[in-house]
């Protein structure tokens, strides 16, 4: 017997429903929210609002992707935790009351073990233990993971996370959001070593970013008072400092991480792996290490429903199932 489920994901500002079967991604479709990038930031109110229009669309598109029905379904999956708590209570909702009409099991998944997950929806797949690095705009975490059921936070950022870091140093180098993607194209053109940015001195596994952001405004603050054009002159170089330096501050903790627990099958997850430099860097350090590396495709690395039904799959064998009572929550520990 097949085991098919609809995985919903709205724990942010992109609405994503999927479709598995077995483990395989049939569909994974998504729905980006436009709106925001005039506000330099995710609007909580416009973000629920968005998706209480895109969910039946998006949901139909994977059902038909997949050529699944409604009644085919062995179970429904939402994202129950973190994220915003009006975009959560849009899918919580949907899935809840699909779930009760289907009279099927109700599987309850945390964004940020889907994350992780990401890394076993295609081959080459991680051989547990493995590592990961598990990078976005809220979070920023270095994951222990014995098994698909077992995972543990050993490192995370004390304040701020890359992604933030990211979005916040276009922002002063007055690039539109989100700034990350625009840092890692100009990037690419740049010189990574003119501006040597610091590198925090965090003891541990644990990481920091907002020392590094107070460092970039204040050396662009002292830039442009002695040309006002500096930014503009040398944007390449700005970015690719930056990037430099973000990703030198994961890979050396992962590097740290790695010798500690003697683990080298090392993956990346997150909207932040999605970055060239992040996942260039990772992959010459693994050839230098003696590392296996896993890196999930684009598609997969962003907030996405293909990673919620996967981690939901695993649920399913376990019959780790919810009671239609469950309710999403802004924050969630592991």
């Not at 590592?131 to 304040?159: A, F, N, R, W």
Request: a neutral charge; one cysteine or more.
């Amino acid at each position: 017997m097949s085991t098919t489920i609809l995985a919903i994901e709205s724990s942010c500002d992109d609405t994503g429903a999927a479709v598995c079967i077995d483990g395989e991604i049939l569909s994974n479709i998504i729905a980006s929210q436009k709106i925001h990038e005039q506000y330099g930031g995710v609007v909580p109110e416009l973000a629920s609002r968005a998706h209480m229009q895109n969910i039946v669309p998006v949901v139909d598109v994977a059902l038909q992707k997949a050529n699944v029905q409604l009644s085919q379904l062995d179970a429904v999956a939402f994202t129950q935790a973190p994220g915003l708590i009006g975009s959560l209570l849009v899918g919580a909702q949907f899935a809840k009351s699909l779930a009760l009409s289907l009279q099927k099991p109700l599987i309850t998944v945390h964004h940020m073990q889907a994350h992780v997950l990401a890394n076993l929806i295609d081959e080459p797949r991680p051989s547990f233990p493995f590592l990961c690095l598990t990078v976005s705009g809220g979070h920023t975490q270095i994951v222990l993971c014995e098994s698909p059921y077992d995972m543990k936070v050993i490192g995370e950022t004390i304040d701020d996370a890359a992604g933030e870091a990211f979005d916040k140093s276009a922002k002063l180098l007055g690039l539109p959001y989100p700034g990350g993607p625009l840092i890692d194209k100009y990037a690419k053109e740049g010189n990574s070593t003119r501006y040597p940015f610091p590198e925090p001195n965090i003891p541990g596994l644990n990481f920091s970013f907002s020392g590094l952001k107070t460092s970039i405004l204040y050396f662009l603050q002292a830039e442009k008072n002695k040309n006002n054009n500096f930014v503009e002159e040398n944007l390449r170089d700005i970015c690719a400092s930056i990037q430099q330096r973000i990703v030198t501050i994961l890979l050396n903790k992962l590097q740290k991480a790695s010798k500690e627990t003697g683990i080298k099958n090392v993956c990346i997850a997150g909207g932040v792996s999605a970055n060239s430099g992040l996942r260039n860097g990772l992959t010459e350090l693994g050839k230098r290490l003696g590392w296996q590396t896993f890196i999930p495709k684009f598609e997969y690395c962003t907030d996405n429903a293909g990673m919620i039904a996967i981690t939901a799959y695993y649920k399913y064998l376990k019959k780790d199932f919810a009671d239609i009572t469950v309710s999403p929550t802004a924050r969630a520990e592991w």
